[in-house]
């Protein structure tokens, strides 16, 4: 039988792999590439000299160091770093507890992850630009501001400076990616089988003690998949930080950061623009990947 | 202990109501604020509107050319999500039923590609199709077929590692051709995966900004969302006429929240099913 799948081998899988090749592998090659040439886009431009060839415009490692002395790079690098860990966090925080106590309710469980999951449904344009009215206008005026409900400074014009817009984005992102988050923690709920609760209660542990003993430990499949979903998602977020800030205020994202740089200079400077997304793409892979080797080594001792 | 109970029951349910009215609210304050003007939604932005006017509902369908970017993004969700299901599900089953090491090699970039963020490849992969003349409708189509690639086959590949080859060799012994054998014994047994890959690759696809952005621009021919970014950034010039965001976004996102109701039970399975099998 396996002479007739090897038969068929290259039929089935060619379409997939000759699309896999022209919209993502040559691009990425030809990318990786380019951040070594000076590419401004139609042309390359080396000692003052246009050319269209990419092999005689090699600058080495010439746009890394610009990228490393990019004082709007290095912002953008730590912002979403900032934005990162503060939101993965606050995601997981609230999605766990969310699917801790919706496991635990008999009626209407359905009712409310369907209405936890709806944020998630929509695009981050759509709903920052919602949520960029609720900021200006409903919690600076309604709420929060100085004839509000009561008054906050804190949470009024948190589309404006450079930290709010970081406190805005997490707010926003935590309404959104909650929900879905959720329904993962409550799949891994649902499997931890209950007789380890019946047998933990016989010998007497308490609420908090099958919570870490049992709970914890069980979910760690969820944990996995969670964080890989939200490192992942939240390195790359850029509708939500169109939408609300457009990078105004240093508040620009890597993934903004990559789009706009481009347009920062004259002649657009893609090289450089490249050379930041390559740093970009090693920066994602080590994180997500070490990220995923710990949570499953836990996975694994257990 | 049934007060204690009973206690700690209405607890949770007093949380759970209060998060879902705060999951709830900026919906609700979308679709108040789609049926005023500007001047009653800078006066009383929480009301109810006085009138339920649907001119600027109409006037905003007009503004980001509804009829026209729905039924593009429509056509464009469908044949790229078509596209992904049946050649990701075809090659994730050529590579679990023959254990070559090419097999492995190319399983193992579809899936590490998984970790390739769009800003890596956007710039070249844009200049290519500008090379290519495919900056348009149907160059988007092949570069979302080509996206939702990796994380479909990893899906497919996790799915039929589970199931069974001895039906598809009766169905051989008995005669079927390699379609028949795809398309009628092994696709109908993949339906579980394959609602979760339909839902996954249609929700971004349906939502994406970036990539018609950058492909179609300010072109005649724009997606829901990128009408609605247009319509954002030419309005924006005169202040934030609310009276035109609200409702556009509104009539952006009515599809896909009718689907979703609709069809939620399947979505809620589909996207747990789908993070449990990575």
């Given at each position: 039988?396996?002479?007739?799948?090897?038969?068929?081998?290259?039929?089935?899988?060619?379409?997939?792999?000759?699309?896999?090749?022209?919209?993502?592998?040559?691009?990425?090659?030809?990318?990786?590439?380019?951040?070594?040439?000076?590419?401004?886009?139609?042309?390359?431009?080396k000692?003052?000299?246009?050319?269209?060839?990419?092999?005689?415009?090699?600058?080495?490692?010439?746009?890394?160091?610009?990228?490393?002395?990019?004082?709007?790079?290095?912002?953008?690098?730590?912002?979403?770093?900032?934005?990162?860990?503060?939101?993965?966090?606050?995601?997981?925080?609230?999605?766990?507890?969310?699917?801790?106590?919706?496991?635990k309710?008999?009626?209407?469980?359905?009712?409310?992850?369907?209405?936890?999951?709806?944020?998630?449904?929509?695009?981050?344009?759509?709903?920052?630009?919602?949520?960029?009215?609720?900021f200006?206008?409903?919690?600076?005026?309604?709420?929060?501001?100085?004839?509000?409900?009561?008054?906050?400074?804190?949470?009024t014009?948190?589309?404006?400076?450079?930290?709010?817009?970081?406190?805005?984005?997490?707010i926003?992102?935590v309404?959104?990616?909650?929900?879905?988050?959720?329904?993962?923690y409550?799949?891994?709920?649902?499997?931890?089988?209950?007789?380890?609760?019946?047998?933990?209660?016989?010998?007497?542990?308490?609420?908090?003690?099958?919570?870490?003993?049992?709970?914890?430990?069980?979910?760690?499949?969820?944990?996995?998949?969670?964080?890989?979903?939200?490192?992942?998602?939240?390195?790359?977020?850029?509708?939500?930080?169109?939408?609300?800030?457009?990078?105004?205020?240093?508040?620009?994202?890597?993934?903004?950061?990559?789009?706009?740089?481009?347009?920062?200079?004259?002649?657009?400077?893609?090289?450089?623009?490249?050379?930041?997304?390559?740093?970009?793409?090693?920066?994602?892979?080590?994180?997500?990947?070490?990220?995923?080797?710990?949570?499953?080594?836990?996975?694994?001792?257990? | 202990?049934?007060?204690?109970?009973?206690?700690?029951?209405?607890?949770?349910?007093?949380?759970?109501?209060?998060?879902?009215?705060?999951?709830?609210?900026?919906?609700?304050?979308?679709?108040?604020?789609?049926?005023?003007?500007q001047?009653?939604?800078?006066?009383?932005?929480?009301?109810?509107?006085?009138?339920?006017?649907?001119?600027?509902?109409?006037?905003a369908?007009?503004?980001?050319?509804?009829?026209?970017?729905?039924?593009?993004?429509?056509?464009?969700?469908?044949?790229?999500?078509?596209i992904?299901?049946?050649?990701?599900?075809?090659?994730?089953?050529?590579?679990?039923?023959?254990?070559?090491?090419?097999?492995?090699?190319?399983?193992?970039?579809?899936?590490?590609?998984?970790?390739?963020?769009?800003?890596?490849?956007?710039?070249?992969?844009?200049h290519l199709?500008?090379?290519?003349?495919?900056?348009?409708?149907p160059?988007?189509?092949?570069?979302?077929?080509?996206?939702?690639?990796?994380?479909?086959v990893?899906?497919?590949?996790?799915?039929?590692?589970?199931?069974?080859?001895?039906?598809?060799?009766?169905?051989?012994?008995?005669?079927?051709?390699?379609?028949?054998?795809?398309?009628?014994?092994?696709?109908?047994?993949?339906?579980?995966?394959?609602?979760?890959?339909?839902?996954?690759?249609?929700?971004?696809?349906?939502?994406?900004?970036?990539?018609?952005?950058l492909?179609?621009?300010?072109?005649?021919?724009?997606t829901?969302?990128?009408?609605?970014?247009?319509?954002?950034?030419?309005?924006?010039?005169?202040?934030?006429?609310?009276?035109?965001?609200?409702?556009?976004?509104?009539?952006?996102?009515?599809?896909?929240?009718?689907?979703?109701?609709?069809?939620?039970?399947?979505?809620?399975?589909?996207?747990?099913?789908?993070?449990?099998?990575?």
């Amino acid at each position: 039988m396996n002479i007739y799948y090897k038969k068929w081998f290259f039929p089935l899988i060619g379409l997939a792999f000759i699309l896999f090749l022209t919209v993502i592998l040559i691009p990425f090659v030809v990318g990786v590439f380019y951040s070594f040439t000076a590419w401004k886009g139609t042309f390359f431009f080396k000692n003052n000299a246009l050319t269209y060839n990419p092999f005689s415009a090699i600058v080495g490692f010439d746009n890394y160091i610009a990228a490393i002395n990019n004082e709007k790079f290095c912002n953008a690098f730590l912002y979403t770093i900032k934005f990162t860990v503060i939101a993965v966090i606050v995601i997981n925080i609230v999605a766990l507890v969310f699917a801790l106590i919706l496991t635990k309710i008999n009626q209407g469980a359905g009712i409310f992850r369907t209405v936890f999951f709806m944020p998630n449904l929509l695009g981050g344009l759509a709903l920052g630009f919602i949520w960029k009215f609720i900021f200006e206008i409903i919690f600076s005026k309604v709420f929060f501001g100085p004839d509000g409900l009561i008054a906050i400074d804190a949470l009024t014009n948190m589309t404006q400076g450079n930290f709010k817009p970081l406190l805005a984005l997490v707010i926003l992102v935590v309404w959104q990616m909650a929900g879905y988050m959720m329904l993962i923690y409550i799949t891994g709920l649902n499997n931890i089988p209950t007789d380890l609760y019946e047998a933990a209660k016989i010998d007497g542990a308490s609420n908090f003690q099958q919570f870490k003993h049992i709970t914890l430990p069980m979910l760690a499949p969820a944990f996995t998949i969670v964080f890989f979903l939200t490192l992942a998602s939240c390195f790359k977020l850029l509708d939500q930080n169109i939408a609300l800030t457009n990078g105004a205020f240093d508040t620009r994202l890597l993934a903004l950061q990559i789009l706009r740089t481009p347009s920062d200079t004259s002649p657009p400077n893609y090289g450089q623009a490249q050379a930041q997304a390559v740093i970009f793409f090693v920066l994602i892979a080590i994180v997500t990947l070490t990220q995923v080797i710990l949570t499953k080594r836990k996975e694994v001792e257990m | 202990m049934p007060s204690k109970n009973n206690f700690g029951k209405i607890v949770r349910y007093i949380v759970l109501i209060i998060m879902s009215l705060y999951t709830l609210s900026p919906l609700a304050l979308l679709i108040l604020n789609s049926f005023k003007s500007q001047v009653e939604i800078d006066s009383s932005p929480t009301n109810f509107p006085t009138t339920w006017n649907f001119k600027y509902l109409i006037s905003a369908m007009k503004q980001i050319n509804f009829l026209q970017s729905f039924f593009i993004t429509l056509i464009i969700t469908i044949i790229s999500v078509t596209i992904i299901t049946l050649i990701s599900s075809m090659a994730a089953w050529a590579m679990v039923r023959c254990k070559t090491k090419l097999s492995f090699v190319l399983f193992l970039m579809f899936v590490s590609a998984m970790l390739i963020p769009f800003q890596s490849v956007m710039f070249p992969l844009i200049h290519l199709a500008d090379i290519l003349n495919l900056k348009n409708i149907p160059g988007l189509i092949i570069m979302y077929s080509g996206f939702g690639l990796s994380l479909s086959v990893f899906l497919y590949h996790g799915f039929i590692k589970s199931i069974p080859k001895s039906i598809e060799e009766a169905a051989i012994i008995d005669g079927a051709n390699i379609f028949q054998l795809f398309w009628h014994i092994l696709f109908p047994l993949l339906k579980p995966i394959t609602i979760t890959v339909i839902i996954l690759n249609s929700m971004w696809i349906w939502n994406d900004y970036l990539l018609p952005f950058l492909v179609l621009g300010n072109s005649s021919t724009k997606t829901l969302t990128l009408e609605l970014y247009f319509a954002k950034m030419q309005s924006s010039q005169f202040g934030s006429p609310w009276e035109l965001i609200f409702p556009a976004v509104l009539v952006s996102i009515i599809p896909i929240i009718v689907i979703f109701l609709l069809l939620q039970k399947h979505f809620v399975k589909g996207i747990s099913a789908g993070a449990i099998k990575e």
